[in-house]
């Protein structure tokens, strides 16, 4: 595991430094899969999620964080002792227990969420997914897309001709496994995108690794878009080729106090551009069913509120759009069975 992680570093080390010799500060084919709007908790914390990732929503941000659904599924050996001790028996399960007195014990379990966002200028994001219990490890599968209708199409003298609808959509199939504090997470990808008349299809793969340094110290990293492409297949007018993606390299970091605050912060390379993207968020738990996180990345300010109620993580997320300065709004739901 230790290999494996430093291999990985020296890699995602050796792109950076090299980009300059085949990029330039250029748009990338298939951008829309890094837009980020998955998860309003994640886009209020300043779309730092390759390291605070740990629900359904991992599937997009790490599915390394998808291993995270295990701890919450279970009740540590203090948290036992603490529920024994205060009289709440009630709440210990024989579950809780065998995960003690069985090794090889493993829970069941099924997370599933879905986000929506409204994002200006005239256009919608959306992400779904479900997580679940596979072996020794966890399993996802989920879909985004972002849509955008009413383009307007004109001619070579800028007269207006019509309308057009732009659509880009992944579907993800992840599986993540732990060993001790580090976690390793893969998600295989089915690529479409979707311009006027013409359509594209493809494929590629994200892989990530959240590593507990420390209980309090957490870090994280994502390479997205590794190997991607995209092809025409019903674009008569286009030779048939593979547009490949410049990947992109995220690492972040998350402290936790015992006051119940986390921060939060990351740093973003895109190979098509020369600079990075830096993140950072503060979280805090303003009760056991209730967070407050607040975020700036590159200098847009985002903002939001989760809430715990009846099983399910219901959140909200506000954020400056980085295109025309507007704003965009983010709901979610997510619920753990």
């Known amino acids: 595991m230790k290999v494996i992680i430093k291999n990985i570093f020296i ?29 309003a908790r994640y886009v209020a914390a300043a779309m730092t999620g390759e390291v605070l990732a740990n629900d359904v929503f991992s599937i997009y941000w790490n599915p390394a964080g998808l291993t995270e659904l295990k701890r919450k599924t279970r009740l540590t050996e203090e948290e036992v002792t603490k529920r024994a001790r205060t009289g709440r028996i009630d709440e210990i399960t024989e579950e809780d227990l065998l995960s003690f007195s069985e090794s090889g014990y493993e829970k069941v379990f099924v997370d599933a969420g879905v986000s929506y966002t409204a994002l200006d200028a005239e256009r919608d994001a959306v992400f779904t997914g479900f997580a679940f219990s596979l072996f020794k490890g966890v399993a996802g599968a989920g879909f985004y897309s972002i849509m955008s209708t009413g383009i307007e199409t004109r001619d070579d003298l800028g ?32 690529i479409y995108e979707s311009i006027d008349d013409a359509q594209y299809a493809g494929a590629g793969a994200d892989l990530g690794v959240q ?26 007018e286009l030779d048939k080729r593979y547009d490949f993606f410049y990947p992109e390299f995220s690492i972040g970091a998350a402290i936790t ?56 993580d219901v959140s909200y997320a506000f954020s400056f759009d980085r295109i025309d300065l507007g704003y965009n709004n983010t709901v979610s739901i997510g619920i753990l069975f």
């Open 257 to 312: 106090s015992d006051a119940g605050f986390r921060i939060a912060f990351n740093g973003t390379k895109r190979l098509e551009q020369t600079g990075f993207i830096f993140g950072g968020a503060i979280e805090y738990d303003l009760s056991r069913r209730v967070i407050i996180i607040c975020g700036l990345r590159d200098d847009y300010f985002s903002s939001g509120v989760v809430i715990k109620l009846l099983g399910m």
């Open 159 to 190: 007269n207006k001709t019509g309308t057009a609808a732009y659509s880009g959509s992944v579907a993800y199939f992840s599986y993540a496994y732990s060993a001790n504090v580090a976690s390793v997470g893969v998600s295989l990808k089915g």
């Open 11 to 39: 890699i995602s080390l050796l792109f950076v430094l090299t980009e300059s010799a085949f990029s330039e500060n250029a748009g990338s084919r298939g951008a829309f899969t890094r837009g980020g709007w998955a998860g």
């Open 211 to 236: 590593v507990y340094l420390l209980p309090f110290f957490k870090v994280g990293f994502m390479a997205r878009d590794l190997g991607s492409f995209l092809t025409p297949y019903n674009a008569p």
